[in-house]
């Protein structure tokens, strides 16, 4: 056994994290954490990580008892955190961000030769094709998430924690990152994967243990669960499948979104497409490919070169995200943290920014009526938060994104 926590518990002012939770991991061991948003598994994660210090539990490394005082303490013991939210310093190199509080020397200088040829090495194998000169913060998303994969690997780590890696890559990245987890495997590295993708889980994963509200629930090996069980296991009660045929109940005919030779070089050319009411329609491509442009052409939130849009049969002139959303479009962003919402400011305050016209009275906000529809869209969503005055950003990875949606 590489690292085992026994029985620990977080809690926040009115909010329970975690309580009680077991988890164990042996070396070169695949196990996923598991649970619908909010459950716990981020905050079990920095814990394991030396983020943040549990209310009551212990942690042990190798069998003995550990506290780490930091992730830095975690990362000299060989326990690596790939986080939701990235850790990249945008101005910073690629090369440079690779090695961040890791510099290579020698003789007393900085070894740059040996540097550029691991972080180059290791690059390759993530199928990274940037300049390691590049400027981090000009790479989209799913490039920064190798960068940080990147950066894990050039510390010699022994347990690699990925929390939700795949959640911007592309369907072939997230194979040859799935490459890398087995070949770290064989070298006997431990790797905790975070993830909502259950067949990713069935693909990688040895084991998994699930956690509800903060409890734990319980584990199993992959090969003695199927995806309905975990499911159940999930969300404390079973749930009903669908066979596709609903999709015959949209309605073909009313067309609420079309768009025609969409161009906005060099990134999107001549691209037209059709929404309909009640449908889900799916973009797809490579990274790199357009996709994020796209549709933040389409919200308006980067002018065309060419090209229309018409909402409802009427063609519309989307000069800014703010006549989009005029419009009844919204957009939940590719970078929650940077595009979708303010981390300083209050939960109620966030979900209701894009609306303020509506709460407006003849002196100012209207805050009780404001108050009321912020809370009314965050128990539809399930947000799980102490107070609509808490700050946003102190909520997990994945109630942020719900306060985005509402």
Not at 91 to 118: D, T
Not at 141 to 156: C, F, G, N
Not at 262 to 274: E, F, G, K, Y
Not at 336 to 360: F, W
Request: net charge negative; with cysteine.
């Amino acid at each position: 056994m590489l690292l085992e926590a026994r029985r620990v518990s977080k809690f926040y002012p009115g909010v329970k994290a975690l309580k009680d939770v077991d988890f164990s991991i042996d070396a070169g061991e695949v196990v996923a954490v598991v649970g619908e948003n909010g459950a716990g598994k981020s905050t079990l994660m920095k814990i394991l990580a030396g983020a943040i210090e549990p209310n009551k539990g212990e942690l042990r490394l190798d069998g003995e008892p550990v506290e780490f005082d930091s992730p830095l303490d975690a990362q000299k013991r060989g326990i690596c955190t790939i986080y939701q939210e990235l850790m990249i310093v945008p101005e910073l190199s690629v090369v440079e961000n690779v090695f961040l509080g890791n510099l290579k020397k020698s003789g007393g200088i900085l070894n740059w030769p040996a540097m550029r040829k691991e972080a180059q090495e290791i690059l390759s194998r993530l199928g990274l094709t940037a300049s390691l000169d590049a400027k981090a913060g000009k790479l989209s998303v799913a490039e920064q998430q190798l960068i940080e994969i990147a950066k894990s690997m050039s510390r010699k780590s022994r347990l690699l924690i990925m929390d939700e890696p795949t959640a911007s890559l592309s369907k072939e990245e997230v194979a040859s990152l799935f490459d890398l987890v087995r070949s770290l495997k064989g070298e006997g590295i431990a790797v905790i994967l975070i993830t909502h993708h259950l067949h990713e889980i069935f693909e990688i994963c040895d084991r998994l243990i699930v956690l509800r509200d903060g409890d734990y629930v319980g584990a199993s090996r992959i090969d003695q669960i199927e995806e309905a069980g975990l499911v159940e296991m999930m969300l404390g009660h079973a749930v009903k499948t669908y066979d596709g045929s609903h999709r015959d109940m949209v309605k073909m005919d009313a067309v609420v979104l079309k768009a025609r030779g969409l161009t906005r070089a060099p990134d999107i050319n001549n691209v037209d497409l059709t929404l309909h009411r009640g449908e889900v329609l799916g973009i797809a491509g490579l990274m790199g490919a357009g996709r994020t442009e796209l549709v933040r052409a389409i919200y308006g939130a980067d002018n065309l070169d060419s090209g229309f849009i018409e909402i409802n049969g009427s063609v519309a002139y989307l000069s800014s995200p703010r006549k989009a959303l005029d419009k009844g479009l919204g957009l939940a962003p590719e970078d929650r943290k940077t595009q979708g919402l303010v981390l300083s400011m209050p939960i109620g305050q966030n979900a209701t920014l894009p609306s303020l016209s509506d709460h407006a009275g003849p002196l100012g906000l209207n805050l009780r009526k404001e108050n009321a529809v912020a809370k009314d869209l965050c128990e539809k969503l399930f947000v799980k938060y102490a107070s609509l005055a808490q700050p946003v950003g102190n909520l997990s990875g994945g109630n942020q994104q719900k306060v985005v949606l509402a």
